[in-house]
């Protein structure tokens, strides 16, 4: 199924999203691309499950840059176990993005606000997907087959564009493997915990004053 057709699924719908087994498997469940998500690449805007090492692939801030490690894996049942709530869907521009995709619930994206430069005196942070939930009308929605999932890794963290506009984080190569165990950091910009993530985009959604919204401008 392509991942951006609409008339495949409802937002309350179970989604079939198919692909093949992989052998190696992310340590960590909840991050990564699920198929069909588009990357900006050198060649053009390419499905990420297509997407080779050392292809070089359009940054945020640093250009083009080459993936170094990939890292694919197909979920099963043990993605409902883990998550019963089920994957984020994103309608056609949520995120400044050109048609619907989806978003693993512990993938971190970029927000840029004038709201959170105004609390945080940053313009852009890094949120888990699972915060963006009703969010411009982000949805649940539950898998019923099996769930493929690329991690893209690069020498240092990046940030890619997804489906044309959507910002998602990348972790640097060396948080491969165990690492990804770990909670999500960055060198660049601040990770908000799911609280003060949902209080921003709580914010953000309603387009109001953050007077009183304490939590979200304390320290982590």
């Known amino acids: 199924m ?24 992310p340590r960590r469940i909840g991050t990564g691309l699920v198929a069909g998500t588009r990357i900006e690449t ?18 945020f801030d640093g ?21 019963p709530d089920g994957l984020l869907m994103v309608p056609g521009g949520a995120l400044h993005n050109c048609d619907a995709f989806y978003l693993m619930p512990e993938q971190h994206v970029l927000l840029e606000s004038a709201v959170a430069e105004e609390v945080l005196g940053r313009p852009a942070v890094l ?44 972790a640097p190569r060396k948080a491969a493997g165990a690492a990804l165990r770990r909670p999500a950091t960055s060198a660049f910009f601040e990770v908000l915990p799911f609280d003060r993530a949902r209080a921003l985009v709580d914010l953000m959604e309603a387009g109001t004053p953050w007077a009183g919204q304490g939590d979200l401008a304390q320290a982590a």
């Open 2 to 25: 392509s991942i951006h057709d609409q008339s495949a699924f409802s937002r309350i719908d179970d989604v079939v999203l198919a692909g093949a087994v992989f052998s190696q498997r």
């Open 63 to 83: 250009g083009l840059r080459p993936v170094t490690r990939i890292e694919r894996t197909v979920y099963g049942a043990d993605l409902a176990q883990a998550y």
């Open 127 to 170: 949120v888990p997907a699972s915060a963006l939930e009703g969010y411009r009308g982000i949805a649940r929605v539950m898998p019923v087959d099996l769930v493929e999932v690329v991690t893209l890794f690069f020498d240092d963290e990046e940030v890619v564009y997804a489906n044309t506009g959507a910002l998602v984080h990348c």
């Open 42 to 59: 050198a060649r053009g805007w390419t499905p990420v499950e297509q997407v080779l090492t050392g292809e070089k692939v359009q940054t």
